[in-house]
């Protein structure tokens, strides 16, 4: 019997057995762990309610009043998916958290040119025409979010949910034993997404030029300024294209170390005024960004320690798939 540290260790901090059924289970609980603490970053947010969140709405002709009373419904079925994904996934779930995580992202280019402020005591959503930079440069928050809309696709794709009856979306489910063939269309996706959501965080700083990104350095004791996020906006971009191109394990790890740090920074910017440490919520809302480039190590480890020809179909269906009820 694996222990769960071993499930961790193998492939990252230890070499990999090498097995196939180990892997699939480690890809299936990073990716499982990572969508529900995503969606639970998220929600929590929705609970607290967020003036940020307005100009979301606005772009779909949403007003503020009613803006405010639909962020805590939204909060709520959020950290109810989430923890139900841990307890019995379900396809359908999954489908409708790729979809909706990815709505989500799309309406931040879509509201790149508003902005709230606050009249009277009352904030209200205006258009932003403080900088030049604003209407186009949002984009790259569509690509920064990969890490939340990537990894529900990705669970689907291990589960078989594109070859599955009707029937099969809404009932708890037992992964199909993965194929060498699948675990390579992972990985060229987590290639994909990872590299995506550096780049996109790349953006915030070399074009975007977020005062966010500002805050964050400071709270740390660093005199950032334009600058200085421009430039780390630049090396963020070259360690995107590369894990893209050449995803070697050493990437990998400089990648996930770089998005923990960064990512931790909210915490002391308090990047939500008087939020203070509960602003470690925006952390855990972007879990994708540590749990692709994790999946990623598992992968790798697993090809190092492959020295058998690739199983067949017979052999895969011999160990069995992943019991995602357990």
Request: glycine share 8%; aromatic share 12%; with cysteine.
């Amino acid at each position: 019997m694996i222990s769960r540290l071993d499930y961790f260790s193998q492939g990252t901090f230890s070499p990999h057995s090498g097995n196939l059924t180990t892997l699939q289970t480690q890809l299936h609980w990073t990716f499982r762990v990572t969508v529900a603490l995503t969606f639970i970053g998220h929600g929590v947010w929705g609970l607290f309610t967020k003036s940020g969140w307005l100009p979301f709405f606005a772009s779909q002709g949403i007003e503020p009043d009613i803006a405010w009373r639909l962020q805590r419904p939204i909060g709520v079925l959020d950290i109810a998916l989430g923890v139900l994904i841990l307890w019995k996934p379900r396809r359908l779930i999954l489908m409708w958290m790729f979809v909706w995580a990815g709505l989500t992202a799309m309406l931040r280019p879509l509201a790149a040119n508003l902005m709230t402020v606050q009249v009277d005591g009352e904030w209200t959503v205006q258009l932003d025409t403080s900088s030049l930079n604003v209407p186009k440069m949002q984009t790259w928050e569509f690509w920064e979010r990969a890490g939340n809309w990537g990894p529900p696709f990705l669970l689907l794709l291990l589960g078989g949910a594109f070859c599955m009856r009707m029937k099969d979306w809404v009932q708890p489910y037992t992964e199909p034993p993965v194929k060498e063939s699948t675990v390579d269309t992972i990985f060229f996706l987590c290639r994909i997404v990872l590299g995506l959501l550096l780049i996109g965080h790349a953006g915030f700083g070399f074009a975007a030029e977020k005062q966010m990104l500002i805050d964050h350095w400071q709270s740390i004791g660093i005199d950032a300024d334009v600058a200085f996020i421009t430039n780390v906006g630049y090396a963020e971009l070259a360690l995107g294209i590369l894990v893209m191109l050449v995803p070697v394990r050493a990437l990998i790890w400089v990648a996930l170390s770089w998005k923990l740090f960064t990512e931790l920074l909210y915490v002391p910017a308090d990047s939500n005024a008087g939020k203070g440490i509960f602003n470690i919520f925006e952390t855990i809302e972007r879990w994708g960004d540590f749990g692709v480039p994790l999946a990623m190590l598992f992968i790798i480890g697993y090809r190092r320690a492959r020295t058998v020809p690739t199983p067949s179909i017979a052999e895969a269906t011999s160990e069995g798939g992943v019991d995602s009820t357990v």
